[in-house]
């Protein structure tokens, strides 16, 4: 099998694994599953809000209905109020954002019900900081975390701990009952994490958070009126549950994948930490499968920036494989890939390598090394043709991978 021939393959794969996460259909088969009966008022967050509320529309009595998604996958919604913030860093459209959805729900009696359809991104396009902690602060804070090489978990109980809507805010501001779909973005399917669990109990204390933030360095980094919050102790209070259904996530991508093609084998599905260490992980998985084979992978890594280049942790990943397997000498490709169809600040998806990237990103007069030390993998993927681009898909299950070698 050609070069072509195995990219087409790889992007065919991952592309089953991103139809599996297809929002529109796992609100279908779970409001076929299990109807709403009466008036209820309708909430959609996230990357796939768009899609999550169109189709719930067509299946409720909706009282009322509110969308809050990024600029992407915005779209007009009749009936339904949109509202757009920003992601990864939230935006003054986030901050308006968190308020409209608090003031939604505050009006609504016990005899009342919310539908919350949530997906990933949802914490950083909907923000309504605590007391004491401006927007500007929680962007501030926001920005800190995406850099401190935190893993999703660490990041939400932080942003948790500066919000009156992440980590069960939603469900405190109503007394309405809440029922929640919820498309898994998160390794585990910790609900308290996906959008930070606005309809979920938080994930710890201020003492954790603060932990954290230490462990990792990034402590001094925060703005002082984050400081001050967190260093005050607290009690979380119990809070009252909600119905909460997980209707996609990324395992249920990865077995997509898998069904996709013959001869496939799921070696992580929590392909998470440093993402230096995981290219160790998918290299030690190329060097232990000879022959033919095709490998997926599926999880979240993180990057610590060091440097000041552009880039996301897929595309990180990818070129770090590249470098790693340049020399093997076999014909391989390598795809890592976000499944919203965006990493870190940028317009691809990620990056799909082969034997030669490194001697293409060479050639463009680029030096691999100094590529990474400076965090610029997108500017290095782009030199060698090798960026993942496919535009916003609407969803968002976290990041899918696949080795191919063929003979």
Request: proline share 3%; charged share 20%; net charge negative.
């Amino acid at each position: 099998m050609n070069n072509a021939a195995l990219r087409a393959e790889a992007t065919r794969i991952f592309q089953a694994g991103v139809a599996a996460a297809d929002p529109a259909g796992a609100v279908r088969r779970a409001l076929n599953a299990q109807p709403v009966t009466g008036p209820v008022a309708v909430i959609a967050l996230g990357k796939a809000a768009g899609a999550m509320m169109a189709e719930a529309l067509l299946h409720v009595e909706a009282s009322k209905a509110l969308v809050v998604t990024n600029a992407e996958n915005a779209q007009d919604i009749a009936g339904a109020e949109v509202m757009i913030g920003e992601h990864p860093v939230p935006s003054d459209g986030s901050v308006a954002a968190g308020a409209a959805i608090l003031d939604f729900v505050a009006g609504l009696g016990p005899e009342d019900q919310v539908l919350a359809l949530i997906s990933g991104g949802g914490s950083a396009l909907a923000i309504a900081p605590v007391e004491g902690v401006s927007a500007a602060d929680k962007q501030a804070a926001n920005a800190v975390l995406l850099g401190s090489g935190l893993d999703i978990n660490q990041m939400n109980l932080v942003r948790q701990c500066l919000s009156r809507l992440k980590g069960g805010g939603l469900l405190a501001a109503t007394k309405a009952s809440v029922r929640a779909l919820i498309l898994s973005d998160v390794i585990g399917d910790d609900l308290r994490v996906v959008a930070s669990g606005p309809t979920v109990g938080r994930v710890g204390t201020h003492a954790e958070a603060r932990r954290v933030l230490m462990d990792a360095g990034a402590w001094d980094a925060m703005p002082q009126a984050v400081r001050d919050h967190l260093g005050r102790d607290e009690d979380v209070a119990e809070m009252r549950p909600a119905y909460n259904q997980i209707i996609g996530s990324n395992r249920v991508s990865l077995e997509a994948m898998v069904a996709a093609c013959d001869g496939t084998v799921i070696v992580d599905d929590a392909l998470e930490g440093d993402v230096a260490e995981a290219a160790q992980k998918v290299l030690s998985a190329m060097n232990a499968h000879s022959g033919d084979c095709t490998l997926i992978f599926g999880g979240e890594t993180t990057v610590k920036l060091v440097g000041d280049g552009v880039g996301g942790r897929n595309q990180e990943l990818a070129l770090r494989v590249a470098q790693g397997a340049a020399e093997s000498g076999d014909d391989w490709v390598f795809l890592s890939g976000g499944t919203d169809g965006r990493d870190g600040p940028t317009d691809a998806a990620g990056g799909i390598v082969d034997t030669q990237t490194c001697a293409r990103i060479a050639d463009a007069g680029l030096d691999v090394d100094a590529v990474l030390g400076n965090n610029d993998s997108f500017h290095g993927l782009q030199a060698a043709g090798d960026l993942l681009v496919i535009g916003g898909t609407g969803t968002n299950v976290a990041d899918v991978q696949v080795f191919l070698r063929r003979s």
